[in-house]
């Protein structure tokens, strides 16, 4: 990690999904050289074990309902370590620049001057029903995948999307959504996604935590919330999902529930 002279610089790491061996080589080679670095509540803290000695750690976690560290003061955090000359490190979940609002604290450091890098990370969207056993592609079940965040609100310019989204794509990796998915379910319906589509929450994917649930677009809120199921969790709606009685392979502690929501 060369900061260039006197001048220090950030790097935007990619955590990846929860398991901490997921994390890239590179990712771990910038946790080992990092003088200060500010982390997020859902990596794996085992990554921390690789900081040297004397590595300031700075906890931005983040709660569904509430910052510890706002934003604001993240990016000037960063710069400020920067400025003083040290290597920093801002370990995120995921990757940065998927909902990880790594491109803020990227274009406030140029703003300010500040030499950065992007590490990618492996992100939940793609992981997390890799290992429930759903492949988010299939020559015959998925030509398409989007990527989207839970946190949407009505509107015109909403409608649209939803619209979009039902008809025109197979996959769907819906991030924070699980407080939303009935108005998720509402709206996939309400524009054309079939009721009888199959779909999975992943609850903690990746990690030795890990649960799946499965059922259909229409009935797997209540699966959900039958089985506990909360954040964090990846929603998968598609026909992709049918491939995890074939292709599950990661152990599950807390059970498996099938598409009744009954086997346990």
């Known amino acids: 990690m060369n900061g260039g002279g006197t001048m220090g610089k950030i790097w935007l790491v990619g955590a990846g999904p929860g398991d901490p061996d997921l994390i890239t080589v590179k990712g771990l080679k910038a946790i080992k050289q990092a003088d200060v670095i500010l982390y997020d509540r859902l990596i794996s803290m085992e990554l921390l074990e690789y900081a040297k000695e004397g590595t300031e750690l700075i906890f931005c976690g983040k709660l569904p309902d509430r910052h510890f560290v706002q934003q604001e003061n993240i990016n000037e955090i960063l710069v400020e370590h920067a400025k003083e000359g040290k290597q920093v490190v ?22 300010h001057g500040i030499e950065f890098e992007v590490i990618p990370g492996i992100t939940s969207g793609i992981a997390a029903p890799a290992y429930a056993g759903i492949p988010v592609t299939h020559r015959d079940l998925g030509a398409s995948f989007a990527i989207v965040t ?4 009505e509107g015109a310019d909403e409608e649209m999307k939803w619209a979009s989204l039902a008809k ?6 819906i991030y924070m959504g699980v407080k939303n998915l009935p108005y998720i379910q509402e709206q996939l319906v309400k524009h054309g996604k079939p009721p009888e589509t199959p779909a999975a929450l992943i609850h903690w994917g990746t990690t030795a935590k890990q649960q799946t649930v499965t059922g259909t677009l229409s009935n797997i809120y209540d699966v959900a919330q039958k089985e506990g199921i909360t954040n964090p969790s990846m929603i998968i709606v ?16 807390n059970g498996i529930v099938n598409t009744a ?3 346990k």
């Open 238 to 253: 598609g026909e992709v999902v049918k491939m995890r009685d074939q292709l599950k392979w990661f152990g599950e502690q």
């Open 90 to 111: 801002r370990l995120k979940g995921g990757d940065p620049y998927v909902f990880g609002r790594g491109g803020e604290e990227a274009a406030f450091a140029v703003k």
């Open 150 to 153: 839970g946190h949407r609100k």
């Open 168 to 173: 025109g794509i197979d996959t769907i990796a």
């Open 261 to 263: 929501g009954v086997e």
